[in-house]
């Protein structure tokens, strides 16, 4: 794994607390989710797998330590700090809340406890990873919400920011409940169910539609998914009513979709086609697809592209990665950061969940009759639990989602915590 793929200031540190002989120091890191996304009262954890990869084959080459001594902010690195870098692996502990779990606000989703340097390296990274898959798992679980029971299916790669990003979020959407995606390679990656048939340039690379349609009927059979809407959407649902079974649907991606479903509806219900089933696709997000709803369009499933591939209506979110303890000479000493609005809370912890409300804790306190969320996934630099697959994944969040919303939902502070924060923001004004 590429160990230059981080900013230059962990570099930086890096080099810093080697020089200042503090590399064997073990910190413990934690990440937050201090400010939930815009829109959102809740985020669904996605992204595990790739921190987890990344931790476990994090190495520097030798032609990129050559590079690092080349850069001006690293001319008066210690020799020694080279050496280091050759050999550097991660060595640490990772505990973590599962993909698929739902977080607030001032949540934590992941603690390292390792060797100052190891510790400190990986920020970038996996803030990076984290954010960007929670945030569309998020999104999905929103625009499944919205869609009350009918089929949403992925269609964002070819507007995500990179085709890598496109397949990891097919497979976030996926766990934010989509029942499919249009990547293949997701597909055979994490085994989710690939679907899509055809677009406008197959009508158009024929002399009519009906061919069109008639040489995509023989070859999906009753898979075949029929787009209407490239010339005149009525006219092509005659055409299909003609044409008769084997067929799945028809997909609507312009237009009034509330009319335009209703008048293809009647279409093939009086061609005796009742079982064929219509999709809509087109700049679809949760508010058009609840209006959709609302409005009682004959519609059976969605497929949504662009709004859930970037999280259209938001596309960042306030995760922080923050030094919260160090141990030196044999003895630990809580951290932690006193600003104005950006404070945090010092001390290694734990999250508790309750039926009704969660408990942030100090890692060693009890909470009887909870589920300890932050779970042992890296100990001693070797992973020690095994990740489930996405299916497994999806099963644990279609289970925490069925309680969403839960306005009413809180997060306690244990009073252990509570102290612990009152003498360390005390020390550090002394």
Not at 47 to 67: K, P
Not at 182 to 209: C, D, K, Q
Not at 266 to 294: F, N, P, T, Y
């Amino acid at each position: 794994m590429n160990a230059l793929l981080t900013d230059l200031y962990e570099l930086t540190m890096a080099a810093g607390y080697f020089a200042a002989g503090k590399q064997d120091e073990i910190g413990t890191f934690e990440l937050t989710i201090r400010r939930l996304p815009r829109n959102r009262d809740f985020v669904l954890t996605a992204g595990l797998h790739r921190a987890l990869d990344y931790l476990l084959n994090l190495r520097f080459e030798a032609d990129e330590i050559e590079f690092l001594k080349s850069l001006p902010n690293l001319r008066n690195a210690p020799p020694g700090f080279w050496d280091y870098l050759a050999d550097f692996r991660f060595r640490g502990d990772v505990f973590a809340v599962p993909e698929g779990t739902v977080i607030y606000e001032g949540q934590p989703v992941l603690n390292i406890r390792a060797p100052l340097i190891e510790g400190q390296l990986p920020e970038t990274y996996l803030l990076s990873a984290l954010t960007f898959e929670t945030l569309v798992a998020s999104k999905a679980a929103r625009i499944v919400h919205a869609a009350q029971g009918r089929y949403v299916v992925e269609f964002g790669t070819r507007r995500a920011h990179t085709p890598e990003a496109g397949i990891l979020g097919a497979r976030a959407s996926y766990i934010g409940g989509c029942a499919g995606t249009s990547n293949t390679l997701a597909g055979y990656r994490y085994g989710i169910p690939v679907m899509g048939t055809a677009a406008h340039s197959w009508i158009m690379a024929f002399g009519n539609e009906t061919d069109a349609f008639r040489q995509l009927q023989q070859l999906l059979g009753d898979r075949t998914i029929q787009l209407l809407d490239t010339y005149d959407v009525l006219e092509g649902a005659r055409k299909v009513a003609e044409l008769g079974k084997p067929l799945w649907g028809v997909r609507l991606d312009s237009g009034d979709f509330v009319e335009t479903s209703r008048q293809v509806r009647r279409i093939l219900d009086d061609a005796g086609l009742q079982h064929a089933k219509i999709m809509a696709s087109g700049d679809l997000d949760e508010v058009k697809i609840a209006d959709l709803v609302a409005a009682g369009a004959p519609i059976d499933s969605f497929g949504v592209g662009t709004e859930l591939a970037v999280s259209g209506d938001a596309p960042s979110m306030g995760a922080i990665y923050k030094l919260v303890e160090i141990e030196q000479d044999g003895q630990t000493r809580a951290t932690a950061k006193s600003s104005p609005e950006k404070q945090t809370l010092p001390g290694a912890k734990q999250l508790f969940r309750f039926p009704d409300y969660d408990i942030l804790a100090l890692h060693d306190e009890c909470a009887p009759g909870s589920e300890a969320l932050l779970k042992p996934y890296i100990i001693n630099g070797n992973l020690v639990t095994e990740l489930p697959s996405a299916e497994a994944i999806r099963e644990r969040a279609r289970a925490g989602l069925e309680r969403w919303p839960a306005k009413d939902r809180h997060t306690e502070i244990s009073y252990e915590l509570e102290q612990l924060t009152e003498r360390t923001h005390a020390d550090l004004v002394r």
